[in-house]
């Protein structure tokens, strides 16, 4: 008799203030979006919490500045007068210390956020940040913590939204790009999210077809989608081309910056496949490759 392989799942075993990161980086109301741009390009951040908000006071709930957020407050033409308080897209969602990554995951899906704050009961203080990068190394059987290096934080910059209209994809695109083959196991896929710290791979190869045919497959897979699967049933021998990843959202190497900023807001992706002119992927934009763009900061 053949026993099948029961595997654990670490989402139900490990506690969040062990996979967290310790502390969490502000910014005051009335910071201008040049303070928000130093802070997630220097820090390599994705988010910044708005301390200090009458919002905040009022409800108990951290505002907070997402780089999607501001990307979109980026493209308008008021940009250099407008505040952080002004352009946070919403509170953040909360966890606590002791429960378990299980229910953080729940947690980002529900409220579709890549980060949540973590509260020890303080007065609701938060103490760290959790993001779907920390819980895809515990997936992984990484160090916990050891996800994020420590940066030192950016100079502030003259905000120039020119900046969109004078850079090309190509300037500021990662050139290459994380490439796993569909049948990779969802455990390797874990580990090259946290090995390289990024948030999106691209399947890329032939997958199974109907009968003995084979079909191309085209997607990227993002840390949320592989929390998708991991809530759901822990699986890590479950292949890549299982998860319902997306078809990717392209932006050609020639194009502006601000064409792509555009398209990252109306798409609501924070990732662009850059595609050279013969159409194929040629590197990755992010972000935060947007943000330096527009802020004239070095990524």
Not at 33 to 58: F, K, P, Q, W
Not at 260 to 274: P, Y
Request: charged content about 20%; proline content about 5%; glycine content about 10%.
């Amino acid at each position: 008799m053949i026993l099948a392989t029961r595997h654990t799942d670490p989402l139900r075993e490990v506690a969040v203030r062990d996979a967290m990161h310790p502390g969490v980086l502000t910014a005051a109301p009335d910071a201008s979006l040049s303070d928000l741009a130093a802070i997630m390009v220097g820090r390599g951040v994705h988010a910044v919490v708005i301390a200090g908000s009458d919002a905040a006071a009022t409800s108990g709930r951290q505002p907070v500045v997402s780089d999607l957020d501001l990307v979109r407050a980026l493209l308008a033409p008021d940009a250099a007068r407008r505040a952080a308080g002004a352009v946070a897209g919403g509170s953040a969602p909360v966890i606590g210390a002791g429960e378990m990554l299980a229910d953080a995951a729940h947690r980002m899906l529900q409220c579709r956020a890549t980060h949540v704050l973590v509260d020890e009961g303080w007065g609701g203080i938060p103490v760290g940040v959790l993001s779907s990068l920390d819980i895809a190394a515990v997936l992984a059987g990484s160090q916990m913590g050891a996800t994020r290096a420590e940066l030192p934080l950016a100079s502030r910059p003259s905000l120039a939204a020119s900046g969109l209209d004078a850079c090309r994809v190509d300037d500021l695109m990662s050139p290459g790009i994380v490439v796993r083959a569909p049948e990779t196991s969802l455990s390797a896929i874990a580990g090259t999210f946290a090995v390289h710290r990024i948030h999106a791979v691209l399947i890329w190869g032939l997958g199974p077809g109907g009968g003995e045919r084979e079909r191309a497959v085209w997607r990227v897979l993002t840390t949320m989608d592989l929390l998708r699967a991991a809530v759901a049933d822990w699986a890590p021998d479950r292949s890549a081309e299982e998860v319902g990843a997306a078809e990717p959202v392209t932006v050609g190497v020639h194009e502006t910056m601000r064409a792509a900023a555009r398209r990252m807001s109306g798409f609501d992706v924070t990732h662009l496949v850059a595609v050279s002119p013969s159409g194929l992927p040629a590197g990755i934009l992010s972000t935060l490759d947007v943000i330096a763009a527009c802020a004239g900061l070095a990524r």
